[in-house]
């Protein structure tokens, strides 16, 4: 597939090629706001309880 060819053909992974996307998408429509990004994704993927709590429990390990 197209996604399959274009790693190969940067010697990406899939994790690094998903890491620059969401970046690119972080920057150019939410102005490079980390919490405006995840404020979208929160509330359009109607998040079940746990996976906010999940989201909360990163947050906070990130802030230790």
Same mark, same amino acid.
């Given at each position: 597939?197209?996604?399959?060819?274009?790693?190969?053909?940067?010697?990406?992974?899939?994790?690094?090629?998903?890491?620059?996307?969401?970046?690119?998408?972080?920057?150019?429509?939410?102005?490079? #706001?980390?919490? #405006?990004?995840?404020?979208?994704?929160?509330?359009?993927?109607?998040?079940?309880?746990?996976?906010?709590?999940?989201?909360?429990?990163?947050?906070?390990? #990130?802030?230790?």
């Amino acid at each position: 597939d197209m996604f399959a060819a274009f790693l190969q053909d940067r010697k990406l992974t899939k994790e690094e090629y998903t890491r620059k996307v969401m970046n690119e998408v972080k920057e150019n429509f939410f102005g490079g #706001s980390g919490s #405006s990004f995840l404020k979208f994704f929160v509330k359009e993927e109607k998040l079940k309880e746990e996976d906010i709590q999940e989201l909360l429990d990163m947050i906070n390990q #990130s802030n230790d």
